[in-house]
């Protein structure tokens, strides 16, 4: 049922995957593999069409066509909450915590129902907290959510989508306005939760910490992947530099 | 020729339910508010109508401006005076508050008008004319034609006119319209109150081809929610088609279902399109 | 503290039990009605307070227990505990089987369908023999309210143990979480269509139930008076003037606005719709929240709280 633990298997795989909305295609014909335990980068202009991958990914939206495998599992037809369940985490770019909840009973409803959840309220309670803890926001369980300052809610973000427990953590540009010592931070942060066994997809402008975390980095434009492997490679890459200097704007 | 007669009768229908509906329909696309005392405001158009008619001796058709401007300052009062302080309040609030306008508004009318049935009958009433085999009605073929015309009007104003175009910018967000030049409270009234206007056209021509109790304001809202949401919001003359389907429908409901099904048919049709299409048939789908 | 309230709650209800033995008949019939109007309030919180589907169409639920326990009565001669089983079955199955659809629209879509829907089965209810058509059913008569008062107690102390337990479990931690962000909600893996549509489920449940006892108890229903559309507003203003998604505020919604209407009714005949609508209105404009938000922000802030609120929801 499930692939050897850390082994370096094959977790999750995209197979020529296309997303098209009337005339317009946003993801089209990408193809990756993203070993276990791997930090997969994913970078690319505006627009490419990366929060439209996670987006497929995490079962927001269905792809037109393709598949997307995990642990060798066809993931088409299930519903986001199904694949929560199997362990696919997310963090949303426009974030979107609970408004009328608290801190801890936002990060609370991950606890109860996601991957080997808990059952029992105080119980899931805890794991909140301690998730909450170990994003650093621990001092503030009992806020309002909506209270919460730029920084932070990207912490709530992060600590919702840890709550569930996941395999595959899919992170959405969390480091966005950020400043460098933020920044620094997140990726320290980021480090561990993989240290932990998590696999990892990021998407990220910030390039510094792009070339820090990831082990490979995949490159999208226009919805194709252009470029695949590690940071050198890609980020030497002349067709990944005309797309980041020659854009043009769509 | 029955089927044709059916047909022209549903037409008819349809178009005086355009107009119906109008009212409703500006303020929901427009506001994002839900009036429940739309009705309401279509009956008291009618008893204003017939009271200047009884008293006066205005013809209906010729008193509909008057009743509308009546309605006008109506419904900018309640939009200035009360509405504008909940808009940004939880939906179902505003639908409460709706409500509690029709619930008074229909007691008013209970007191001061009784509740006797009231047709608005001028010489013209009850007279028809023969075309094609069908028999037409003088009064409805007039209120139709009363309808198409209010509605053509409003389309043109919302398109043309300077603050019909600052309305449509208001429905986009609350800044566009303050660049258009037009405070947002002064365009929320403005918009509710040409809505209460249109509603009181249409009680005019209501109160001509139907009969007026304090009552008709409920089923009157209801069949203007039905044909808002089957026309489709964003455009205003999707209540034409709206009204058009909805009135066919009764029409031909009526005949092969029997008239007692009529009121099923409609609210059946709505359930129906809100879960296939809430957008409407002329809506965009999102 | 948690020790308190249970105490508070017990004499409470005990007291409440007391009425029929010891106030007059009037008060007891005032008291049925209150009582099932505040299950029809819980019924709608469950869906509209917590789950945050402000459902416009939960009389179809009434209407549907309504028919349900009096056609099985009167038509099938069963008895009347087996009518209310029949009457909350028809009424559970309609809301799962339509829930389904119904649930996928959001805001005022939602709304509307389900006051359409409400209106559509009472025309279609209104030309079945098997109902009586437009003339309505008369039920066997019992003499005696008691039986009918302790049953609309029991029904209400029910149906407030059930909220008080959606406040405290998985499922109702899923339906708020539903109800303050729906897509956040189930990429954290809560099962989104499956809860709406439980908690849709549990508000037929209790409509229906109190719509099988009006009718055994008022002996005679029609579909105007099943499917009454003005009781939707009237749960929702209670539900809501009293504290959408708390546990206790749509029953003291009920309990307050029914005394008030029925105080003005009383000293001013005829007028009470007016007075009705008057309260409405009122009532959203300065406490949207509900009574129990004021009550708890009130000491505090004294009229600040109405100014607040206002500034906050104005335009």
Known sequence: ?250 | MLVLQVLTNGILLGGLYAVVALGLALVWGVLDIINLAHGAFIMLGGYLAYYLFTGLGLDPFASLPLVMAAMFVVGYLIQWGLLNFLVRAPMFNMLLVTFGIDVVLTYLAQLLFSADLRTIRPAYAGSNFQFLGVTIPWANLMAFVVAMLLTGLLALFLKRQRWGRAIRATAQNLDAARLHGVPPRFAYALTFGIGAALAGGAGTLYGVVAQLTPYVGVPLTAKSFAIAIIGGLDNPLGVIVGGLVLGLAEAFGSLWLGPTYRDAVSLGLLVLVLIVRPTGILGRTT | MRALVWVLALAAVAALALVPFTLSPVIVQFGISTLLLAVLAQGWNIIGGFTGYASFGNSVFYGLGTYGTAVAMVQFKLPFWLGLVIGAGVAVGFALVLGLPVLRLRGHYFAITTLALSEAVAAIVANLDIAGRNTGLILPLIRGDTMFYELSLGLVVLATLTVLWLSRSRFGFGLIAIREREDAAEVMGIPTTLYKTLAFGLAALFSALAGGIHAYWITFIDPASAFDISLNVRMIIMAVFGGAGTVIGPVIGAFLLSGVAEVLASYVTGVASLFFGLVIIAAVVFTPRGVIDAVRKLPRRGLAYFLDTVRETRL
Do not use: C
Request: no cysteine; proline share 6%; hydrophobic share 40%.
């Open chain 1, 1 to 250: 049922m499930t692939a050897p633990a850390g082994s370096g298997g094959v977790l999750f795989e995209a197979r020529r995957v296309t997303k098209r909305y009337g005339g317009l295609v946003a993801v089209s014909d990408v193809s990756f593999r993203h070993a276990e335990g791997e930090i997969l980068g994913l970078i690319g202009p505006n627009g490419a069409g990366k929060t439209t991958l996670i987006n497929l990914i995490s079962g927001t939206q269905e792809p037109t066509s393709g598949a997307l495998l995990f642990d060798g599992r066809p993931l088409r037809g299930l519903p986001p909450y199904r694949r929560a369940h199997l362990g696919i985490g997310r963090t949303f770019q426009i974030m979107k915590p609970f408004p009328g909840l608290s801190v801890l009973d936002n990060v609370t409803a991950g606890a109860l129902f996601g991957r080997q959840p808990e059952r029992a309220m105080p119980a899931a309670r805890e794991a909140a907290a301690h998730w909450l803890e170990f994003t650093g926001l621990g001092d503030k369980l009992d806020q309002p959510a909506d209270a919460l300052g730029g920084p932070d809610r990207k912490r709530l973000e992060l600590a919702k989508a840890l709550a569930l427990k996941p395999r595959l953590l899919l992170l959405d540009e969390v480091m966005a306005g950020l400043n460098a010592v933020e920044i620094d931070e997140v990726v320290d942060l980021i480090r561990r939760i993989r240290d932990g066994g998590t696999t990892i997809l990021v998407i990220e402008h910030v390039v510094k910490a792009i070339r820090q975390l990831s082990d490979r980095l995949l490159v999208l434009q226009y919805g194709q992947l252009i470029a695949e492997g590690t940071a050198e490679d890609v980020l030497d890459d002349p067709k990944v530099i005309e797309a980041y200097l020659g854009r043009r704007r769509h």
